[in-house]
């Protein structure tokens, strides 16, 4: 790997700056000023990655990736769009990832090299996928995403199995076979086939595999093209992770809320086919299963049914099938681990993770406390209330394998202004807690917030906490208050009705990095 980097930046200092943090891990950086120049450079010499601003002049990142990946020496480049993807690039394939752009150069560099990592990965994948060797490796590692993009790349026939499962819990099983590079089967479990089961077994995100070349003589039961199978894939589970917390949980149950003859004749298929299984099925999970179509097409006919009055769900069912033991995932933890591990000599216990909160209201610390205190594996640390300039370790979670993260206490006042940078040294990130009226919160925490920024690596991030009857939307928070010009807000709502623990879920899934 040459570890050659393009940098496609209008802006001449955000472009040297970025291009500094690349040099400092050893990349080979090129800065260029224009997307002409940047496709001139890319298909006179191929680099392995590009980082390119959504406003390039001449020739944008979008039709600059259009073209690149047109052209078979460049159509495996990987692509970080670095702006707002206002034209689904990341859907369409056009792009690897997108970085908002408020993002520290760091925290690009930091994305670029795993990237790069992760291509060679795959790339080691594809060179074993070449002979007719058996190939295994775990999810965690290669999405199943991009398995079958290096197999249907190099034609190959075979079966690919699937294994998942934690100790004590049920293993889960999945197959999915290829006859010239193409998905042609798939099955999840003992019963789910054809594309429902391939995306449901697009969204494992841990789990082993192994791919062995053998002759294929089923008959093929999935006739749509191999990437867009896979581009639909990532399509439903993009709107999927957005919409997580309002779909009907699996464990719920479910039951008509109306009168057969109240129901409506002229109804969609998938409707049609749901309605059909709640004679039968009482539980949310056994819908989807029994159901023909994708899951994510199930859930929101059944979403449409409940806040349309049709059905009634049992949230009681839900809340006692919270699945506890798995807050982060694989790879969430093997991020958290290089996290806590840099810098460090190799075999010494890694340290714990440190994680800051400030806030100028006590109340809103201890009701946030209170929240996370039902998250698997913390421990609240204090006894006694919590006062805006204590210094003091709130609580700890254990993140699992071995890994932990300290909630630390950081005082707001500007008179612990000198002991700031020292606490937030090495911090995974720092969490400003506001709550309403969220203009005095601002108003507090804005000599914080301007020491913090400055320093580098600074990994910023807001929670608006909402009591009952509280209501804003996070655009609302974005346009009034300078405060959230360049962070990442997270709003969560108390005595909501939803479950805070997948919420919050959510919010460490994203604070990791």
């Not at 059905?311 to 839900?318: G, Q």
């Amino acid at each position: 790997m040459s570890n050659s980097i393009l940098i496609a930046d209008s802006n001449e200092a955000r472009g040297r700056r970025l291009a500094e943090a690349l040099s400092q891990r050893g990349l080979q950086p090129t800065r260029v000023e224009s997307g002409s120049v940047g496709l001139e450079m890319a298909l006179a010499e191929v680099p392995e990655l590009i980082v390119a601003t959504a406003d390039l002049a001449l020739i944008d990142a979008y039709r600059l990736a259009e073209i690149l990946r047109a052209n078979p020496r460049t159509q495996h480049v990987r692509f970080i769009l670095f702006g707002r993807d206002t034209m689904g690039g990341l859907t369409a394939g056009l792009f690897d990832d997108v970085l908002a752009p408020n993002i520290h150069e760091q925290e690009v560099a930091r994305r670029v090299e795993a990237l790069l990592a992760h291509r060679a990965r795959i790339d080691a994948v594809g060179r074993e996928t070449s002979t007719d060797h058996e190939v295994e490796g775990q999810l965690s590692q290669i999405p199943l995403t991009d398995l079958l993009q290096v197999f249907h790349m190099n034609r190959r026939t075979g079966e690919l199995e699937l294994v998942r499962g934690e100790p004590g819990r049920r293993r889960e099983r999945g197959q999915v076979l290829l006859r010239d590079g193409n998905v042609i089967q798939a099955q999840a479990g003992p019963r789910v086939q054809g594309e429902k089961a391939l995306y449901r077994l697009l969204s494992w995100r841990n789990g082993s595999f192994a791919f062995a070349p053998t002759r294929v003589t089923a008959a093929a039961r999935i006739l749509t093209p191999t990437r867009a199978l896979i581009l639909e894939g990532v399509r439903q589970l993009d709107e999927w992770e957005s919409m997580r917390g309002s779909l009907p949980p699996l464990g719920a149950g479910v039951a008509l809320a109306v009168p057969k003859a109240e129901l409506p004749n002229a109804v969609h298929p998938v409707t049609q086919e749901v309605l059909l299984l709640l004679e039968i099925y009482e539980r949310v999970g056994e819908i989807v299963d029994h159901c023909g179509y994708p899951d994510y097409q199930v859930l929101r006919t059944l979403q449409a049914l409940d806040e349309r009055g049709l059905i009634t769900l049992r949230r009681e069912a839900e809340r006692a099938e919270i699945d506890r033991g798995a807050l982060f995932d694989a790879g969430q933890l093997r991020q958290l681990r290089d996290w806590v591990e840099e810098g460090r000599p190799r075999g010494v216990e890694p340290p714990a993770a440190k994680l800051l909160l400030a806030s100028p209201d006590p109340s809103a610390t201890r009701d946030f406390m209170q929240l996370l205190s039902g998250l698997p594996g913390m421990e609240i640390g204090s006894d006694g209330p919590v006062k805006s300039n204590d210094i003091v370790e709130l609580g700890h979670l254990e993140a699992g394998e071995g890994l932990g993260i300290d909630w630390i206490h950081l005082p707001t006042d500007p008179a612990f202004a000198p002991a700031w940078p020292v606490m937030a040294h090495g911090a995974l990130g720092t969490l400003l807690l506001l709550s309403q009226p969220a203009a005095e919160a601002e108003a507090a925490l804005r000599p914080l917030l301007q020491r913090l920024a400055h320093l580098p690596e600074a990994r910023i991030f807001h929670v608006l906490l909402l009591r009952k009857g509280e209501r804003v939307q996070a655009e609302e928070v974005h346009e009034k208050f300078s405060l959230l010009d360049s962070s990442s807000l997270f709003l969560l709502q108390i005595e909501s009705g939803r479950d805070p623990v997948s919420l919050l879920k959510t919010m460490l899934g994203r604070v990791l990095p």
